[in-house]
């Protein structure tokens, strides 16, 4: 597996890269209160990449207008356009656009070209019009689909030249009150068919394709999907979630339809969670926002609960109803909807040592085995060092590790294959991410054993 490739290093780029967020374009960092909180699931971008990370309704006000900014904002989504990809260069594959729901505006917001921030859309149920629209997807080749919730139908859009237009409408007499959808690579649209408990897919001329569910989803509310044959997807595999039962359950289903995993706030010992709008990344993982608890939860590609991230607040790496998130799989940026403003963060890279199993190496032990947790694919390295801080071995120089609980033993020796003297050693854990963020960041975690 090689490295996901990197976002390039200029000032400009993610300004280039999601100016929907140009919403970001005033720097504000606000310190937490009490004990530090810097969980490093998901990372800000250095400033050699972006000035600012988070934005507040002044900013939306700015560029719209000032009667104009969030109201009651809903789904998120962001594509690399085709249309003005230079094949010639990488230099420009980081540049998305970015569309948000603008929910009780009846609009959708995103970004024209690098300093441009448009709006579409307007109150009504004529082509172009929107009642109250909750999600929102988009793909490469500039189709972006919109839930239009209180008009029981799909809008499909089409960008052109940095401007969204009319298409067609879809679903309308089949949908009722869908409240989110989904685009694959193909342009396949996956809808959350709320009241029909469901989940419709329909082709891109508005043909239903098949529906599934039936039975098995009570009104879900949020979908994300991923195609197989998608590039950027490490598991070649198609999948669909959606959240249903008032936000309090997640379920995946395979490219047939079929139903794979369920979790639920109860799963995760939060019985009160809703999770409003959902995201896979390259490696098959969901991200689920949770409006209740301020946070974002993360499960692995079989909806096994790996961490959360966030809590409430208007601080850094803190929320306030977060609602819509999409995920650039290529790169690894992460785009999240709060209740009146919007952040931007890196997939970054969080574990921990669980053991050191056994505590001491002796005659009868004479060696251990590291138990590490992972939270994210890692490449890391591990070292062993002696009170004085002289490194005595180097047990793994960059290695890649899955998700999930993993194993290291290291022997009891030096590099040189000696048995080390008695006394107390480090063990010395530095992890770095596969996405854009790595050599920006890296999280070192230790742990001690004694040699008797």
Known sequence: MTTIRKIRNTKFQILKSIILVAWLCWAITVAGEGQEFRPTLLVFPPSGHVYVHKARPFHVKLLLGL???????????????????????????????????????????????????????????????????VGVAANPDGWVAVADMNNNRVVLLKNRKGRLRFVRNIGAGELGHPMGCALDSHGTIYVADTDNNRVAVYDSLGRLLSAFGAGQLDRPSAIAAVAGDDPWTYRHQTVIVAADSAGGRIRLFDGLGRLRAT???????????????????????????????????????????????????????????????????RYGQV????????????????????????????????????????YEPADFKIVIKDTTGNVVRTLVDEFRETLGLNHVVWDGRDDLGREVPKGEYDIEVTLEPTYSSKGYFTKTLTARVEKK
């Open 263 to 329: 979790v639920t706030g109860d799963d995760i010992a939060l019985p009160g969670a809703y999770f409003g709008a959902l995201a896979i990344d390259y490696y098959g993982s969901v991200y689920a926002t949770d409006m209740v608890n301020h946070a974002i939860h993360k499960f692995d590609h079989g909806l096994k609960y790996v961490a959360s991230f966030g809590r409430e607040g208007r601080g850094d790496r803190e929320f306030q109803s977060p609602r819509g998130i999409a995920i650039w799989r």
């Open 67 to 133: 009667r104009s900014g969030f109201a009651n904002p809903q789904g998120v989504a962001c594509a690399r356009l085709a249309e003005t990809d230079d094949p010639a260069t990488e230099d420009d594959d980081d540049e998305l656009t970015v569309y948000a729901a603008n929910c009780d505006r009846h609009q959708v917001i995103y970004n024209s070209g690098l300093w441009g921030l448009e709006s579409y859309g307007g109150l009504g149920s004529g082509d172009g019009r929107f009642h109250n629209p």
């Open 335 to 374: 785009f999240v909807l709060e209740r009146e403003s919007a952040q931007y963060y890196w997939i970054g890279i969080d574990g921990y040592i669980e053991g050191v199993y056994p505590k001491a190496i002796d005659s009868l032990h004479p060696g251990v085995t590291i138990s590490l947790q992972l």
